[in-house]
């Protein structure tokens, strides 16, 4: 059964390609969801899939693209209906 985590990521998250190396990761790991810039500067992560590949998804927010520079990630699991795919939005 797949969980899903709500994630917000903080520091330099925004114009590094964050998103879109977030949703390389996600379709390596089988991960559907999507990524998404705030208009605070973090960005929000939907990650659902099976538990051991979103806790991976989780621990490589912490790292991101090479141009990043993570400062925080507060993850929640949420009850959300499974996309189909990951997304940028």
């Known amino acids: ?15 590094v390609f964050f998103r879109a190396s977030t949703q390389r990761q996600a379709q390596r ?12 500067g973090s ?4 990650a659902c899939g099976d538990a051991d590949a979103v ?8 790292v991101g693209p ?7 990630v507060e993850c929640e699991a949420v009850d959300a ?3 189909d795919s990951f997304r940028t939005i």
Not at 1 to 15: A, N, T, Y
Not at 29 to 40: E, H, Q, R, T, V
Not at 66 to 72: D, F, K, L, N
Request: aromatic share 6%; with cysteine; glycine share 8%.
């Open 29 to 40: 790991l089988g991960i559907s969801g999507y990524a998404k810039n705030l208009s605070d």
């Open 81 to 83: 209906p499974v996309p």
């Open 43 to 46: 960005v929000e992560v939907l």
């Open 55 to 62: 806790q991976q998804l989780s621990a490589w927010l912490w």
């Open 1 to 15: 059964m797949p969980i899903c985590l709500s994630c917000i990521v903080s520091g330099r998250v925004q114009g």
């Open 66 to 72: 090479p141009a990043s520079r993570v400062t925080a």
